[in-house]
């Protein structure tokens, strides 16, 4: 898919080979932000896609129209250890309120979507290209489509 919209995806890399890859694409020009998180493996998510191995969660902003399938070619990395290269599922279109609070796992934004989890993580364990850029947006998240079940929520504690 061919586009310029924000995506992301899911890593299985190493950090450091994905935080070099993330910068060499910026430095490229390709990538104009990216920000990412590693999650631990849920209790439900032993068997799928997932596989039960820790993760990234990762998010970029192309700076020119990319093509998905070269950005996921990017991230292939070659694992002594592994005759399967590590890489990262499909790159999908995504938005950054969406991404950050399930990234987070935000309660009451998996209860909006019918979803929860075990495990939460801390704003701090988010890496971003910008650190400056990552506030502002984060900043700007609108909680007004979750306000009803931040509401409802409170009501039952």
Sequence with gaps: MKTSKPVSTISFNTEPYLRGK??????????????????????????????????????????????????????????????????????EKSKFDDWYLYALHDADYLASKGQSRTMAYEPEQVQASDPDDLHSKVARIDVGSITPYITMARYQR
């Design 22 to 91: 993330l910068r060499e694409l910026t430095a490229a020009g390709v990538l104009e932000f990216w920000a990412y998180i590693r999650h631990d493996p849920e209790p439900d998510e032993v068997g799928d896609e997932a596989g039960g191995k820790a993760h990234f969660h990762v998010y970029m902003e192309p700076a020119k129209m990319i093509q998905t399938t070269d950005l996921r070619a990017a991230f292939r990395e070659l694992d002594p250890t592994n005759p399967k290269p590590l890489g990262c599922l499909l790159v």
